[in-house]
């Protein structure tokens, strides 16, 4: 059996489809976020406060409920109605502006729920809207 001293080129070619796949990948990403930094980094003129008022920081506020339903806020226990006239000072506040009053209300698991629901319906009444019901996990 004779042997061929000369070798055929083998046709061992570098599979271009996958990089320019990535490479249209890379151009959409690039330009898909240069235009979103062009709308985060447009200069926009604020407006001021009228009348030397100064903007209001919203208030956060965790109402406690025990077993019996009293009211615990800030380690200081108050009845129904001293509550809604102390949420009515914590609006007076944030110059009456509902939407900057955050209320979380925690509640003991045997307490009945008559008493957060009273809350609820008291601070929709104030319209205060910003109500959290804290609750705990299963570990």
């Given amino acids: 059996m004779r042997l061929s001293k000369t070798r055929t080129p083998s046709d061992m070619g570098i599979n271009m489809t996958p990089m320019i ?24 003129e604020l407006p001021t406060v009228a009348d030397g008022g100064t903007p209001s920081d919203p208030i956060a506020m965790t109402v406690n409920i025990d077993q019996t339903g009293t009211l615990i806020v800030a380690e200081k226990q108050y009845e129904l109605p001293e509550f809604l006239v102390f949420v009515g ?10 939407g900057l009053l955050n209320v979380r209300i925690r ?3 045997r307490c009945p729920s008559k008493y957060p629901n009273q809350i ?14 804290a609750v705990r996990g299963e570990r």
């Fill in 107 to 109: 509640c003991d698991k």
């Fill in 21 to 44: 796949d990535i490479v249209f990948l890379l151009i959409i990403f690039f330009m898909t976020v240069s235009q979103i930094t062009r709308v985060v980094a447009h200069p926009v």
């Fill in 89 to 98: 000072q914590q609006l007076a506040e944030v110059n009456n502006d509902p």
């Fill in 120 to 133: 609820m319906t008291e601070l929709t009444q104030l319209n205060v809207t910003q109500v959290r019901i």
